[in-house]
């Protein structure tokens, strides 16, 4: 099959989060299975201009449709680590992407809109006709849209798109602008409650409820959250337009690059290491000790790597740092927060630990560091509000440190309690699950942990192997991934 992936990231050349991760390693996984996979993405000044081999000119004068008049683009192609990958730049008195962020602009409705529209554009302009798009997120919504509305009746009638929702909270929302804008043009025929006006406010065009409604698949990254979104407020308003296309609807959860993220041959760790052999990780965790100015100790390590935001339960990130050291474990984090509440929060946190010898807060987002945390650090938390899938308990997993989670979203998928997990037998447990979000409930699930760390040694180790045992590649999400579109382009 010939697949083309819209998105706004892809590891590592455009990574804020998870989301780039997922396009990257989908995408070799699926050449790996012999399919044809291309990126589209925007050109963004700020991308890691240091991860594309030869970048070149692909597609020099592509003129996209915006208002009445038409903006000229360039397209660029190059390699991310093996991947083909297409970079539409707009020249535009909008700056569109150069704007040193990827993310968090007023008009990021109008620039994410504009590339839907140019990358079909360009497929359109360039004769591509990949038998499946394959689009993620907020901001590529429009996309099957347009397709559908627009672009079938040009030539692009056999083309089926699966979108794929990584978080239900950014839905993209406009104002009839965007239909003039894009050219869908006709308000009364997109503001009705079963194509594009959101549910709660009747004057917006929601692009994540297009992508809904259009695609031929709609998925979110775990079983278990596509049942939450469903039946829960976690689909954020959307749970009415799931429930009327539920047969179209499901959960697939993320894998990770197994090349990328291998403790056996991570070119970011001083130790390597596998499950029957973990000495490697002591070096690590001795390497991340030195580099972060930690006292050398036989105190357990526990980490915290994302997003510092309300998905991610910063009270109980913030808690889970003074209990740590309260319990006598040393604490690292890893955060970067958009939001400048939160980010002035955990610097003032940062200043007032600055001594202490036990913690250090790392603030800014720093994927060679997140490596070595992984590897050096005994267990992780992940006290979520909600979580699509998760990828940091994976990684952990993957990489011998013990997750501490929330009970929600994909880390039901992923994290078995040690000591209350109701499904698997003893030697498939992984972890440690809390489920409500208050101190008491991390703090039990987090003395346990520690507990086991310190009086039963043996045991705490039989717990990190079998983590290590579990397979979360991408084998068997992308054997899924292939149903899907096998399913649909027949259908
Ligand atoms: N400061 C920092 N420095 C270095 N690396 C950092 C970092 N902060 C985060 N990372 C890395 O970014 C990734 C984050 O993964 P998450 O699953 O937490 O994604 P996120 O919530 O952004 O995405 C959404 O999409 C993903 C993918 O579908 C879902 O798993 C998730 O639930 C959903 O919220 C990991 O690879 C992590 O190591």
Redesign the pocket.
Known sequence: MYIVQIASEC?PVI????????VYGLSRELEVRGHAVEVILPKYDCMRYDHVWGMHDAYRDLWVPWYGGTIHCSVYCGWVHGQLCFFIEPHSGDNFFNRGIYYGANDDNMRFAFFSKAALEFLLQSNKRPDILHCHDWQTGLVPVMLFEMYKFHGMGTQRVVY?I??FKHQGMAGPDVLRATGLNNDAYYYSRDRLVDDFHPGAINFMKGGIVYSNFVNT??PH?AWEARFSDIGCGLGRILEVHQSKFGGVL?G?DYNLWNPESDRYIPGFYNKDDLEGKAKDKKALRERLLLRDSDKPLICY???LDN??GVHLVHHAIYYALHKGAQFVL???ATEAAINSKFWHEKQHLNNNPDCHL??????E??HLI?AGADMIV?P?N???????Q??SLRYGTVPIVRGV??LVNTVFDRDYDQNKPLEERNGFVFYQSDYQALESAMSRALDLWAKEPEEFQKLVKQGMEYDYSWNHPGEQYVGIYDYIRHK
């Open positions: 590891a990574k804020a989060g998870g989301l780039g991760d997922v794929t990584h978080n990254v775990s959250h993320n990770i790597i994302g997003r998905q991610k890893l955060g970067s790392e603030l800014g987002f720093n994927e560091l997140s992984y992940v979520s909600y979580e699509p899938c998760g990828l940091t994976v990684i979203g994909g």
